[in-house]
């Protein structure tokens, strides 16, 4: 059971996970240097914890205590119990959603160990009744279908695009060393959590990395407006059994070193003279088009 501690100093070192939220350059250096991310709102966090992330501790105001009442019984972590106005002191912002917690990382796997079998886990809702059903890993998944974004800068692109690929089959996500970070506060709450369900990691070494997935066995298909590029209708009924698709940053698209080492490029057929989409919203289109529909 968690210890309950009352706080009212903005100051207390106690608190020191949660300071100057709002400070986006702090506290993406900060949070991957500590070993943790802030998860948001009550579905959030018990979904964090449900995907197995340990809780470091938990920040609360006073009506959102009995709310979170068994996951205080549940946990080791300390539990600080502040006031809204110095929960905005602390973190910068008005805590509307009333519950924050500190959640440690986990180490990112190899992106060629992701790529020979990870898993999804499916977060659990709570019942009306209050009670936590347990997340339901589907073990040992094939991977036939992965998200690689590169350059992705948004943290709003970057959870709404996790949220796609969790709800359209993708079965991993590949980042480039820039990409914004998944767990983010602001990656996360635009998620809904669906970033603890997709097995994801970091290459090292982008494009050339390209050559995991295709030694893997999957075709790379880079979406962009190249002379050369099929339709994604076209691309579907291709049914590759292993399908990588490629994404590249907002604004500018995909670089030409991205575009050289793909096998096939790939456009979304598009009407009023509109040429492109948000990424996000494309990664959504394209996913439902090359979804895998073998169990």
């Not at 959640?103 to 790529?115: C, F, S, T």
């Not at 991977?143 to 970057?158: G, L, P, Q, T, Y």
């Not at 997709?198 to 050339?208: A, D, F, H, I, Y």
């Amino acid at each position: 059971m968690a210890e309950l501690i009352t706080i009212d100093e903005p100051d207390d070192p106690r608190l020191h996970d949660y300071t100057g939220l709002t400070d986006v350059e702090l506290r993406r250096r900060r949070e991957p240097a500590e070993g943790l991310f802030i998860a948001e709102g009550e579905k959030v966090i018990r979904r964090a914890r449900h995907a197995g992330y340990e809780m470091r501790s938990m920040l609360l105001s006073a009506k959102w205590v009995d709310v979170m009442r068994d996951v205080i019984d549940e946990v080791p972590a300390p539990v600080y119990a502040v006031q809204p106005d110095l929960a905005e002191r602390v973190t910068g912002y008005h805590v509307h959603r009333g519950a924050l917690a500190s959640m440690q990382r986990k180490p990112l796997p190899a992106a060629g160990d992701l790529l020979l079998g990870g898993h999804r886990a499916v977060a659990a809702e709570r019942t009306d009744s209050g009670a936590e059903p347990p997340a339901a890993p589907r073990a040992g998944r094939p991977v036939r279908r992965v998200a690689v974004f590169e350059d992705i800068v948004d943290h709003a692109n970057m959870g709404a695009a996790f949220r796609n690929a969790a709800a359209l089959g993708i079965d991993a996500v590949l980042l480039t060393p820039r990409c914004a970070d998944p767990l983010y506060r602001r990656s996360v709450k635009v998620s809904m959590g669906a970033v603890f369900q997709v097995p994801w990691t970091r290459l090292e070494s982008w494009p050339k990395d390209a050559e995991l997935l295709r030694t893997a066995g999957f075709t790379v298909a880079a979406l962009c407006l190249s002379d050369r590029a099929i339709t994604l209708d076209e691309l579907g009924a291709r049914k590759y059994d292993k399908l990588a698709l490629v994404f590249g940053t907002e604004g500018d698209g995909l670089t030409p070193e991205a575009l050289a080492a793909a096998d096939e490029h790939v456009r979304i057929p598009m009407d009023a003279g509109v040429d492109s989409l948000n990424v996000a919203a494309a990664s959504a289109v394209a996913f439902y088009a090359i979804r895998s529909r073998t169990p």
